[in-house]
């Protein structure tokens, strides 16, 4: 679980490592409530809580912490004029360092993997909190009250599963865009050198002789994308896709031409015009005409992101970090 791996690795490496953390973020700011940054001895970051002058007063905050040993500190600090940073906002931010004793507890809930959990911390004293993992299935359940040295936290993102057909020179470029982002990708096409020579650490072959059945196993939310080799098969994916109420993002790679030639091809089959009415085509937000791969890619990504924004609106907005 991230930033705990990075904690871990640096704590074997160097000995200590810090984690700052937007424990509250009221008002405009520039990171929401929950958002971490992990700092090493030598002052390398992995993760960001806003930029600026917040910040570099949470790394130089952290860094004395680290030299210290193992140690807590809260600052309460107003987004204004005296910190040269116009949001006007207000955060409340948790400076944290570990060290080698904080291991033992560290280690089981870096090697959890990458799952959504929530975490129990208690501390004693000026001691940094000790988690425990309390939840790894409903991030929102009910967990027992916080007291003065307690925090109830929530790590990980839930990812939006992606179904992406076709290994070409775009399929690729997608692939390297989504890597750092919540999806969660299970890549396809039918032919088995595809995938060869890419980067796939972040993706799920499959090499399928009948690329359609993958759909059939799909999760429910799934957005599934379609750029395959060959016209017919895109077509064959499209018309399995489009009335499937289980993915709400359809979309194919293509001009407002191939759209049109597409749809008429689908009311032939048979689906009807509201499922057709679906069809992401072309695909990518609109504005962005560059056709080199990594282009697509980035505006695909951004589409993506914003239907995943999208599906997630209905839901009610949840805390990150609950502190008593």
């Known amino acids: 679980m991230e930033p705990w791996r990075t904690i871990r690795e640096w704590i074997e490496r160097d000995g200590g490592a810090a984690l700052v953390t937007v424990a509250k973020a009221e008002g405009s700011t520039p990171r929401e409530t929950g958002a971490r940054m992990v700092i090493a001895r030598d002052g390398t970051i992995s993760g960001s809580v806003g930029g600026g002058p917040l910040e570099w007063g949470a790394i130089d905050i952290a860094r004395v912490l680290i030299a210290r040993g193992r140690g807590v500190e809260w600052k309460t600090v107003s987004l204004g004029p005296a910190l040269d940073q116009c949001c006007g906002g207000r955060a409340e931010i948790l400076h944290e360092s570990f060290t080698h004793e904080d291991l033992t507890w560290i280690a089981p809930i870096a090697a959890a993997g990458d799952v959504e959990a929530v975490l129990r911390g208690e501390r004693k004293g000026d001691e940094p909190y000790v988690r425990r993992v309390v939840s790894q299935t409903a991030p929102d359940e009910a967990v027992s009250a916080p007291t003065p040295n307690t925090l109830i936290e929530r790590i990980g993102e839930s990812r939006t599963p992606v179904l992406l057909f076709g290994g070409g020179h775009v399929g690729r470029a997608l692939v390297k865009a989504l890597m750092p982002l919540p999806f969660d990708i299970r890549w396809v096409d039918d032919r088995p050198e595809a995938f060869e020579g890419a980067d796939i650490f972040n993706a799920r072959t499959a090499v399928s002789a009948l690329p359609e059945s993958e759909l059939s196993n799909a999760s429910p939310g799934s957005f599934v994308l379609i750029m395959t080799h060959s016209h017919a098969l895109d077509l064959?994916?499209?018309?399995?896709?489009?009335?499937?109420?289980?993915?709400?993002?359809?979309?194919?790679?293509?001009?407002?031409?191939?759209?049109?030639?597409?749809?008429?091809?689908?009311?032939?089959?048979?689906?009807?015009?509201?499922?057709?009415?679906?069809?992401?085509?072309?695909?990518?937000?609109?504005?962005?005409?560059?056709?080199?791969?990594?282009?697509?890619?980035?505006?695909?990504?951004?589409?993506?992101?914003?239907?995943?924004?999208?599906?997630?609106?209905?839901?009610?907005?949840?805390?990150?970090?609950?502190?008593?």
């Open 236 to 324: 064959a994916l499209v018309t399995a896709a489009l009335p499937d109420a289980r993915f709400p993002y359809v979309g194919l790679i293509g001009s407002a031409t191939k759209r049109a030639l597409f749809e008429r091809r689908l009311a032939e089959f048979g689906v009807a015009p509201d499922a057709t009415a679906r069809l992401v085509c072309p695909i990518g937000v609109p504005g962005i005409t560059g056709k080199s791969p990594a282009v697509i890619a980035a505006a695909v990504a951004a589409e993506l992101l914003i239907e995943r924004e999208r599906a997630k609106s209905g839901g009610t907005i949840k805390a990150e970090l609950a502190l008593g």
